[in-house]
């Protein structure tokens, strides 16, 4: 935990120098790490000892930038990954094993719903898809006695609907398990999950984080809180011995706080190496130095437009929690009580071709697959990333055929509202 506020962690946390130190998180351009002997090596090997030797497992600007993400949630390890989906499938893979089952939310990234659904199910993982506002008791009866994590999305995308995390959280912990939640969307500065019972936070540092549409990138931070020996028979991961470490074993070693990220760490990034390039964590924390401030601008602007839409008569209904008449007002205000995220979903009046039409005339938002970035960019996911599905299939998902999804920059609201007026205008 961070003895500063969160605004000042953003700009310091993670990294001290010491005297004559370099005063920005130095880029440790290195494959590989000198030892004076055999025998140095050899702990490192064992986890004896803390310390770096080989950057497809672990390297000091990745664990600099981690550290600051951590202290941004409030956890009490974490680790960097080269993408957002490498996060979640380490979160989920740590301790789902082949013949294991996960309970999800159905609403949820397309690239992690394909992850879970078809992916890891190659892999002998079976999910269960429940919706985020099913009751406790649907959700619990979606439990088996293989059941290993509860995930969700804090704020989805592209739906955006928001999750209960208490509620999630209560039917996780009476089952035994860890609830893990992708926070992308709010990122810490407006929702820190392990404060609401999270036990696992993953991000997509590709999004707000890096900000830029710079770097793609993940972070995996864990709150420390699950107790893996209480449920020994469970999670065998951590609460066996790992002969490719001479026999020691995560949760007794490391305890509660280091068990699961050591155990990502040692085995699934030594054995994927889906790491992170040091030149891309240093531009990921250049991103975090300003988060506080972006964070709040890309809602100020989400909030501006979300409103000129809902006004709008050739607009046939906006989703955007921060609205008092959304459907997930009352959740927003108690998880996400200083703002929710830059994103904003409407529907054109006309259908597919409307919306189509309309988002060529737009100037500043510019149609792109990404979101979270500090230019803004819009999408037509039923011309793009949800092509493949007729539009029966498409209003059964909630993605509308005349859905766009519109993600504000860090540009002035005034041009962006003047933008999306006249792009109006021309339909
Ligand atoms: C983009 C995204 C991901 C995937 O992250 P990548 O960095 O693109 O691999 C996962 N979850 C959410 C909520 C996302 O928006």
Same mark, same amino acid.
């Given at each position: 935990?961070s003895?500063y506020k969160i605004n000042t962690t953003c700009v310091q946390g993670g990294y001290?120098?010491?005297?004559?130190? !370099?005063?920005?998180v130095?880029?440790?351009?290195?494959?590989?790490?000198?030892?004076?002997?055999?025998?140095?090596?050899?702990?490192?090997?064992?986890?004896?000892?803390?310390?770096?030797?080989?950057?497809?497992?672990?390297?000091?600007?990745?664990?600099l930038v981690a550290k600051k993400i951590c202290q941004l949630e409030g956890?009490?390890?974490a680790?960097l990954?080269?993408?957002g989906?490498?996060?979640?499938?380490?979160?989920?893979?740590?301790?789902?094993?082949?013949?294991?089952?996960?309970?999800?939310?159905?609403?949820?990234?397309?690239?992690?719903?394909?992850?879970?659904?078809?992916?890891?199910?190659?892999?002998?993982?079976?999910?269960?898809?429940?919706?985020?506002?099913?009751?406790?008791?649907?959700?619990?009866?979606?439990?088996? !006695?293989?059941?290993?994590?509860?995930?969700?999305?804090i704020?989805?995308?592209?739906?955006?609907?928001?999750?209960?995390?208490?509620?999630?959280?209560?039917?996780?912990?009476?089952?035994?398990?860890?609830?893990?939640?992708?926070n992308t969307f709010p990122t810490p500065i407006n929702c820190r999950?392990?404060?609401?019972?999270?036990?696992?936070v993953?991000h997509s540092t590709t999004k707000y984080m890096d900000g830029h549409g710079a770097a793609?990138g993940g972070c995996?931070v864990?709150?420390?809180?699950? #107790?893996?020996?209480?449920?020994?028979?469970?999670?065998?991961?951590?609460?066996?011995?790992?002969?490719?470490?001479?026999?020691?074993?995560?949760?007794?070693?490391?305890?509660?706080?280091?068990?699961?990220?050591?155990?990502?760490?040692?085995?699934?990034?030594?054995?994927?190496?889906?790491?992170?390039?040091?030149?891309?964590a240093f531009i990921l924390n250049l991103g975090l130095e300003s988060l506080h401030v972006r964070v709040k601008r890309h809602c100020e602007n989400a909030?501006?437009?979300?409103?000129?839409?809902?006004?709008? #008569?050739?607009?046939?209904?906006?989703?955007?929690?921060?609205?008092?008449?959304?459907?997930?007002?009352?959740?927003?205000?108690?998880?996400l009580?200083n703002g929710s995220c830059g994103?904003?979903?409407?529907?054109?009046?006309?259908?597919?071709?409307?919306?189509?039409?309309?988002?060529?005339?737009?100037?500043?938002?510019?149609?792109?697959?990404?979101v979270a970035d500090a230019?803004?960019?819009?999408?037509?996911?039923?011309?793009?990333?949800?092509?493949?599905?007729?539009?029966?299939?498409?209003?059964?998902?909630?993605?509308?055929?005349?859905?766009?999804?519109?993600?504000c920059g860090l540009?002035?609201?005034?041009?962006?509202?003047?933008?999306?007026?006249?792009?109006?205008?021309?339909?």
């Amino acid at each position: 935990m961070s003895k500063y506020k969160i605004n000042t962690t953003c700009v310091q946390g993670g990294y001290e120098p010491g005297n004559g130190e !370099p005063r920005q998180v130095p880029i440790y351009q290195s494959t590989t790490f000198k030892y004076a002997t055999s025998e140095d090596m050899g702990k490192l090997f064992d986890l004896e000892a803390d310390g770096y030797f080989y950057s497809r497992l672990q390297n000091p600007t990745n664990d600099l930038v981690a550290k600051k993400i951590c202290q941004l949630e409030g956890g009490a390890a974490a680790m960097l990954t080269g993408s957002g989906q490498s996060a979640n499938f380490y979160a989920v893979f740590n301790i789902a094993n082949c013949g294991d089952h996960v309970v999800a939310s159905n609403s949820i990234y397309g690239g992690t719903y394909n992850l879970f659904a078809v992916t890891m199910k190659k892999m002998g993982i079976d999910f269960t898809f429940v919706d985020p506002d099913a009751s406790e008791d649907e959700i619990r009866a979606a439990f088996r !006695p293989n059941t290993k994590a509860l995930f969700g999305e804090i704020i989805a995308n592209p739906a955006l609907t928001v999750l209960d995390i208490e509620k999630f959280a209560k039917v996780a912990h009476e089952q035994g398990v860890p609830l893990i939640v992708d926070n992308t969307f709010p990122t810490p500065i407006n929702c820190r999950p392990i404060e609401w019972g999270a036990d696992i936070v993953t991000h997509s540092t590709t999004k707000y984080m890096d900000g830029h549409g710079a770097a793609v990138g993940g972070c995996i931070v864990d709150a420390g809180k699950f #107790d893996w020996m209480k449920y020994a028979d469970k999670f065998p991961g951590l609460t066996t011995p790992d002969d490719s470490y001479h026999g020691i074993t995560y949760a007794e070693k490391f305890g509660k706080e280091g068990a699961f990220i050591t155990k990502a760490t040692a085995q699934l990034m030594r054995d994927f190496g889906s790491v992170q390039s040091p030149q891309s964590a240093f531009i990921l924390n250049l991103g975090l130095e300003s988060l506080h401030v972006r964070v709040k601008r890309h809602c100020e602007n989400a909030l501006a437009v979300a409103k000129y839409l809902e006004q709008n #008569d050739k607009v046939t209904y906006v989703n955007y929690c921060g609205l008092e008449n959304d459907k997930y007002h009352a959740l927003a205000e108690k998880y996400l009580p200083n703002g929710s995220c830059g994103v904003v979903s409407f529907g054109v009046k006309g259908g597919r071709k409307a919306a189509e039409e309309f988002m060529k005339h737009l100037k500043l938002g510019s149609i792109e697959t990404h979101v979270a970035d500090a230019r803004t960019c819009c999408l037509h996911p039923a011309s793009a990333t949800h092509r493949q599905m007729n539009d029966e299939e498409l209003t059964a998902c909630g993605v509308y055929p005349d859905l766009v999804r519109y993600s504000c920059g860090l540009e002035d609201a005034e041009d962006l509202i003047a933008d999306l007026e006249q792009a109006f205008a021309q339909i």
